[in-house]
């Protein structure tokens, strides 16, 4: 059974300083998801990860994917205020026909000024 | 474009009854999936269509639960005798296909269940 683990679930950090959120899985596979979720709204998808050293960069948020370790990390820069959000890290469990997606717990991300 | 639709957005509903929750993918993508969120089991896979093969039914947690999906598009999650542990928000997300990256989600609907 596919696992992911993520941590922290909960990271309160000042704007303008830097983190890293950890996501970690238990099998195989060779596709790793990053989703946003904003309070009461849906999932908007941040990053997809397709292969082992692969690195995506969208504004201050920079994910990576190392596949031997099976981690994913979620680099904040500089964190702002608009960053506060609850940050998921998704594996398709390839072992499965549907590829659906196995969810880490989430980090609720809260920037304080 | 259109992204996934999903209705209603809130559904309070009192225990024992059934309720239908409806899912519109984007145009064009084959792949449906149905999630559920909910505080004590976070976001949890239910149901998985493409195309017009047999779902993967392996996520639905009882038999209460169903889910059809007419004509290759709309889909529908039907509950039914429902119960307080079914309170949550269901997603469903859509891909091109299988085999294709991104998962698209909708809004989701709130089920409540009194």
């Known amino acids: 059974e596919l696992k992911v683990e993520q941590n922290p679930l909960f990271l309160s950090m000042q704007e303008g300083k830097n983190y890293t959120i950890y996501c970690n899985y238990s099998?195989?596979?060779?596709?790793l998801y990053w989703y946003r979720q904003d309070p009461g709204k849906s999932l908007e998808s941040l990053f997809v990860?397709?292969?082992?050293?692969a690195v995506k960069q969208e504004g201050r948020l920079m994910a990576s994917l190392d596949t031997k370790a099976r981690l994913s990390t979620l680099h904040i820069t500089a964190a702002v205020h608009d960053l506060s959000a609850t940050y998921f890290c998704?594996?398709?469990?390839?072992?499965?026909?549907?590829?659906?997606?196995?969810f880490g717990k989430g980090t609720k991300l809260s920037v304080i000024p | 474009g259109a992204g996934v639709s999903q209705s209603p957005s809130n559904k309070v509903t009192e225990k024992g009854k059934d309720v239908e929750l409806r899912c519109d993918p984007i145009?064009?993508?084959?792949?449906l999936y149905w999630y559920r969120q909910s505080l004590g089991q976070g976001l949890e896979f239910l149901i998985y269509?493409?195309?017009?093969?047999?779902?993967?039914k392996s996520g639905l947690p009882s038999d209460r639960f169903s889910a059809e999906r007419t004509g290759g598009s709309v889909s529908t999650l039907t509950i039914q005798r429902t119960q307080q542990e079914d309170s949550a928000v269901y997603l469903c997300?859509?891909?091109?296909?299988?085999?294709?990256?991104?998962?698209?989600f909708g809004p989701g609907t709130r089920l409540t269940v009194t």
């Open positions: 145009s064009g993508h084959t792949a």
């Open positions: 997300a859509s891909s091109l296909g299988r085999l294709n990256y991104e998962q698209y």
């Open positions: 269509f493409q195309g017009n093969s047999a779902p993967d």
């Open positions: 998704a594996v398709a469990d390839s072992g499965a026909g549907s590829y659906q997606l196995t």
């Open positions: 990860l397709l292969s082992n050293g």
């Open positions: 099998t195989t596979s060779d596709r």
